[in-house]
């Protein structure tokens, strides 16, 4: 059953199914065990798509250009790029992190970018075992609320907690990159 989870999880996960909802399923049917199946299955598909984005990169940056501008964004498409390219690492995890982009979007994002796989798929493994993990372990919290008040109560906590060291992180990198720019 497990092997058939990350199965079907990998494919919805391909083709735009939210990477929460895939988590929160996992938490359901697999409670704690579904971290490991999260972070199996998101990985599995994020680099099934840099892979296929790399491959079709042409066609792979029309989709980006096209699913980044469905929704009237603050950061225009040439400038994420632009800042991937000058912060590479910490701004592909705070990217990844926080859920501002679809999971897909960000998996075809990265693979038409400059950022190196290592990179990809370290900050896809941090933010989905830790980010996704959460999720899923509120979730198998929340199920059994009346049993689990105290777990859920920290699942929150944790998922704020997450939130706030990706953007602590992000901007500590960005500022320390910006110093080493600046002539003496």
Do not use: C
Request: glycine share 8%; no cysteine; hydrophobic share 50%.
């Amino acid at each position: 059953m497990k092997l058939l989870f990350v199965g079907v999880a990998t494919v919805l996960l391909i083709f735009f199914v939210p990477v929460s909802t895939v988590a929160a399923t996992a938490g359901l049917l697999f409670e704690l065990d579904g971290i490991l199946l999260i972070t199996v299955s998101g990985l599995l598909s994020a680099l099934l798509s840099y892979g296929l984005a790399k491959i079709f990169k042409s066609d792979a940056t029309r989709w980006v250009e096209k699913l980044y501008r469905i929704k009237e964004r603050e950061i225009p498409l040439e400038e994420l790029y632009e800042k991937i390219k000058d912060h590479g690492f910490s701004y592909a995890l705070f990217v990844r992190a926080l859920p501002f982009m679809p999971f897909q979007v960000g998996n075809l994002l990265f693979g038409v970018s400059s950022v190196t796989l290592w990179d990809y798929m370290t900050t896809t493994f941090i933010t989905v075992t830790i980010g996704q993990g959460i999720t899923v372990f509120l979730v198998s919290m929340a199920a059994d609320f009346m049993a689990q008040k105290t777990g859920t109560v920290i699942g929150l906590v944790l998922k704020g907690l997450y939130y706030i060291g990706i953007y602590y992180i992000m901007r500590k990198n960005t500022r320390a990159e910006e110093k080493e720019e600046l002539p003496l």
